[in-house]
């Protein structure tokens, strides 16, 4: 039988049943473990959140959750930026992790499909931890960006990624189309013949490469988009730690959380020891979901909105078979 982790709510919200306890709160850190690990690796706790986010985040509120071995959640609360902070922390190190893109199902009359995050993830099947939104979409329903889910290249652009495969360390990048095959960087992808487990979801822009920032981070050229504090969602990887940031910073609600400009969301990347970075799609789109329950806030008025993707960390010992 799984053991059950506790789930907790976001930032201002009580309780709704007994198997929803309030956050813990924290002067320094809390963690929690239990559960099994994949058979090749041992145990592990989650650990503190880095010395750095918390030097760089004076006088913050912090709340923490184990989501299972290899997976913990930690919320910010920091007044004096007004941020509302989401941060998920997943050890890639662990053969029994692992990432999808969920595509929300074609809707008739349109060339794509939109669906909420939280519905996304409940229709994945058993192994889903967590998700977020993921790629940029146009008005009919299709990612911005690329995107390739269990293998099958369903969208090729000229346009920043992240990807992943069991047995690889994450890439971001550009891929780009060759013949019948996307080529990202250290693999091949045939559009013909489907690998059946790479991954890879769109964003805009880059904002860390080998631990440089990517020129100025679009401020000069959109500044609206980069400069203004929004809701932002977004990944980084530690190659050093082996461990994936996946961050959603509540925004557009002065009562709650201001959002963060990229150079403030950069900034926070590299204070968590990420050396690539990409953002995702942001503003109300913005969700970060665990175990089903939305623990960030989303912006607009009605909650969730519904998008055409997410990532999702899943958990499922049949991707120990990858590994090296």
Do not use: K
Not at 47 to 68: K, T
Not at 300 to 307: I, L, W, Y
């Amino acid at each position: 039988m799984e053991e059950e982790y506790p789930l907790l709510l976001p930032f201002g919200q009580e309780p709704v049943s007994d198997r929803l306890p309030a956050f813990l709160l924290l002067a320094g850190v809390l963690a929690l473990s239990g559960g099994c690990a994949p058979p090749d690796h041992p145990p592990l706790l989650p650990g503190p959140p880095p010395e750095a986010l918390l030097a760089a985040s004076p006088g913050a509120e912090v709340r923490a959750l184990s989501a299972g071995p290899g997976v913990s959640y930690y919320g910010l609360r920091v007044p004096e930026g007004r941020w509302a902070v989401h941060l998920l922390r997943v050890d890639l190190g662990r053969c029994d992790l692992g990432l999808r893109v969920l595509s929300s199902p074609r809707e008739e009359g349109m060339a794509g499909g939109r669906n909420r995050v939280t519905e996304l993830l409940s229709e994945a099947g058993p192994g889903v931890v967590a998700g977020v939104n993921g790629d940029f979409f146009t008005p009919e329903g299709l990612t911005v960006g690329t995107e390739v889910v269990g293998g099958e290249v369903r969208r090729v652009r000229p346009r920043p990624a992240f990807a992943w495969r069991p047995g690889r360390a994450p890439w971001m990048g550009t891929p780009h189309a060759e013949g019948d095959s996307v080529l990202i960087l250290g693999w091949r992808l045939s559009r013909d013949s489907p690998d059946g487990a790479s991954q890879a979801v769109g964003g805009f822009p880059l904002l860390l490469q080998e631990g440089v920032r990517v020129g100025d981070l679009m401020v000069s050229e959109n500044p609206s988009f980069s400069a203004a504090r929004h809701p932002r969602t977004a990944l980084g990887f530690d190659p050093h730690g082996g461990r994936l940031w996946i961050i959603v910073v509540d925004g557009r609600q002065p009562d709650h959380s201001d959002g963060m400009t990229l150079p403030e969301l950069t900034t926070l990347l590299e204070s968590l020891g990420a050396t690539e970075a990409l953002n995702l799609d942001g503003g109300g789109s913005s969700v970060m979901v665990l175990e089903g329950i939305p623990v960030s806030r989303p912006s607009d008025a009605q909650g969730e909105r519904r998008v055409v993707n997410a990532l999702a960390i899943v958990r499922d010992r049949a991707l120990c078979r990858y590994t090296p």
